[in-house]
């Protein structure tokens, strides 16, 4: 039986060829679907068919999934960090060259222009002293969040010259060998807010997140400060971005989140959300959930996922099964003496956990039957097992 695939938005090709028809069913309208493809589309008023046993959002933020409830039914979620990093590095590079220049302004004030080419000149030569700018080598530029995003922005901010502060608490080794030793660690938020004369965030939405760029830690920058938000729209307070710059402190808020009260300040270059909207970046985030979520429906095997532990172990045999539970003691002396009373010697295991939920994975030496899958599953605490 091929596994069945519900895309609830238009999914690059690239990414749905890595799904080969033999095996995968893909369709808009599907019955009992195993797993559900997603891009934009809100998830959180969906009535989730009990079938789904993982939601692949083709993108870097799950704030459209509801991640919470398909925990608790003990269904990862996966994503595609880093495979749009560059194209939201490219957009962050042009937010600092637009505001550096006040490219926009100059943009809007020359359209506005009227008359012969005399008059045009004329007035040009008048009006550009007002668009007067700045070179950016040898100023600072904040990154807040060292993830797949944040390094590429911090390591091309280098490239142009200027001092880059990161400040990440949670940085990965993995994005730490990634980083050039040029970027200064920021003892704090504060402490970066402080120094720098530019700052841009690429941390997730969450409660820790929400208002990070405040008021109180605005105050703290450099007068005529640069903010750059292409993350998401409520990590940074508005008002608070607003009332700084008609007073003078902020020079340019650059966003790729337009709303009626920044969309026409003279201040503000308001972008519509076109952060990851590059062909490129469409196909790289296929390619990387179409693939993460085959490894997973074939092999059990979990990466990139935002609510369960990386696990991924290499197969040495057909027989496999899965269990995702609650993260409480003994869960896996009681899986291992299930398959146990049923004869089965274990060859192979691996079990991780994240927060309130574990994951198991196990090859045994003789098939596992629908018998033992049924007492796996009735054991309390467990949340989903599956033969692999």
Known sequence: MPFK???????????????????????????????????????????IPASVLAVARAGAGTNNVPVANLTRRGVPVFNAPGANANAVKELVLAGLFL????????????????????????????????FVGHELPGRTLGVVGLGAIGVEVANAALGLGMKVL???????????????????????LEDLFA?????????????????????????????????????????????AVLAELDR????????????????????????????????????????MVADTLRDFLENGNIRNSVNFPESVLPRIGGNRVAVAND?????????????????????????KSRGDVAYTLIDTDGPIGPEVLAKLRAIPGVLTARIV
């Open 99 to 130: 505001s550096a220049r006040n490219i926009c302004q100059a943009w809007d004030h020359v359209r506005s222009l009227t008359g012969d080419d005399h008059a045009i000149e004329e007035a040009v030569e008048k009006g550009k002293k007002q």
């Open 166 to 188: 990161g400040c990440d608490p949670q940085i990965t080794v993995q994005r730490a060998w990634q980083l050039s030793s040029g970027v200064e660690q920021a003892l704090s």
């Open 195 to 239: 120094r720098s004369d530019a700052v841009t965030v690429h941390v997730p939405l969450n409660d820790a997140t929400r208002g990070l760029v405040s008021q109180a830690r605005l105050r703290l920058m450099r007068r005529g400060g640069v903010v750059l938000n292409f993350a998401r729209a409520a990590i940074v307070d508005e008002a």
């Open 5 to 47: 695939i519900l895309t609830l938005n238009s999914i690059s090709v690239r990414g749905l060829e890595r799904l080969p028809r033999d095996r995968y069913e893909v369709a808009s309208e599907i019955g009992h679907p195993d797993a559900v493809l997603v891009r934009s589309a809100d998830m959180h008023a969906m009535e």
């Open 248 to 287: 003078g402190h902020l020079s340019t808020y650059v966003c790729d989140f337009p709303t009626r009260a920044v969309k026409d300040h003279p201040r503000v270059v308001a972008l519509p959300h076109l952060g990851a909207s590059t062909g490129e970046a469409e196909e790289n985030c296929a390619v």
């Open 327 to 351: 993260n409480v003691p003994n869960m896996v002396g009681q899986i291992s003496t299930c398959l146990a009373e049923a004869r089965l010697n274990i060859a192979d295991l691996l079990n």
